[in-house]
């Protein structure tokens, strides 16, 4: 049985796809993003399709919807999620054609394992923990009811390994995350991945400069933080964060200037405020387009359009 695992490329899709792969050891695995999904699932042709942690975008959604039905009179599909449904289609809409595992609040990973945990070897829940804590959803019953079972401390030491090491070039390619998701699916741990522990210690150097930048250059908008046009790229959720800390506001906003858009990052220390929500309708007001996680979020919108929308972000929370 031809087996094809799609997964998201951050720390919490790793894991869900090392998770599917000890339940099927023999599956290719291809990552994906919300952007190309519905490109790289009309590419992808097998009996079993699982697919992870990706998030049905508002404008592809329809199309993806379209697309699992007619995959699915030759592939059992599985899929597993955390993020929205968009409002363009309903839950039904996916479940009809595939196993549709999905649930907000929890991580990807977790998911994946609660499925599988009867056909796999108990020891990987410890990767469930690792994409549980990577996507800051680590606060379920699942992740305190299973954690007292380990040594968290060195599960912690093993998680940041792989959050951190996959931060650098070295591990920014495909094939060096398939390495890793193998590495994992076999029972090992990120610390057994040639390199990573480095890779991670550079990492962790780059986030302790990046911060002294954050505290130099982040300025308040309203009541919210900014740090615009960062040097180094590979941070945005810890920059964003970090203009929050030092400013000591309750959200953080990282942008980038890119061409004719602009890239926004945002974080929370302590709000209620759903990020997700508020990029996504902020975002959308002034022609750009936004989603994410209650916790984390992001959005892209047009050239010159920062300020009306730094204006109904505040607008937003108060
Ligand atoms: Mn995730």
């Known amino acids: 049985m031809k087996t094809v695992i799609l997964s998201h490329a951050d720390c919490d899709g790793i894991c869900s796809a090392a998770i599917a792969k000890a339940k099927f050891p023999d599956a290719d695995v291809f990552f994906t993003k919300p952007v190309s999904f519905l490109r790289d699932l009309q590419d992808t042709n097998a009996d079993i399709i699982i697919i992870a942690d990706i998030a049905i975008t508002r404008k592809d959604a329809k199309k993806i919807a379209e697309l699992l039905k007619i995959k699915s009179r030759t592939s059992k ?45 108990r020891e990987r829940v410890w990767i469930a923990l690792y994409g549980a804590i990577g996507d800051y959803e680590d606060d379920t019953p699942f992740v305190h009811e299973r954690i007292i079972n380990w040594d968290r401390r060195a599960l912690y030491f093993e998680v940041s390994t792989l959050i951190l090491g996959i931060k650098n070039k070295q591990f920014a390619t495909y094939d060096a995350k398939r390495d890793i998701v193998e590495t994992l699916s076999l029972g090992k741990n990120p610390s057994d991945v040639p390199g990573l522990v480095r890779s991670a210690k550079e ?52 942008f980038i200037e890119r061409g004719d858009h602009t890239d926004v990052t945002a974080r929370k220390r302590n709000s209620s405020t759903e990020l997700n929500i508020m990029m996504e309708e902020c975002a959308d007001a002034v022609g750009g387009s936004g989603g994410g996680h209650p916790g984390a979020a992001g959005a892209r919108i047009p050239k010159g359009s920062m300020d009306k929308f730094m204006h109904l972000c505040n607008k937003y929370i108060s």
Request: net charge negative; proline share 4%.
């Open 77 to 121: 599909i599985s899929y597993f999620d955390h993020h929205k449904v968009p409002d363009v289609i309903s839950e039904a809409d996916i479940s009809s054609s595939a196993e549709y595992i999905h649930q907000l609040n929890v991580s990807a990973s977790e998911l994946v394992y609660r499925h599988y945990q009867n056909e796999i070897p």
């Open 203 to 254: 990492a962790v150097t780059r986030e302790f400069k990046l911060y002294d930048y954050v505290k130099q250059h982040a300025e308040k908008t309203g009541k919210i933080a900014v740090i615009r046009n960062l040097p180094n790229f590979g941070f945005r959720g810890p920059a964003a964060l970090f203009a929050a800390t030092v400013n000591n506001t309750d959200i953080g906003m990282m």
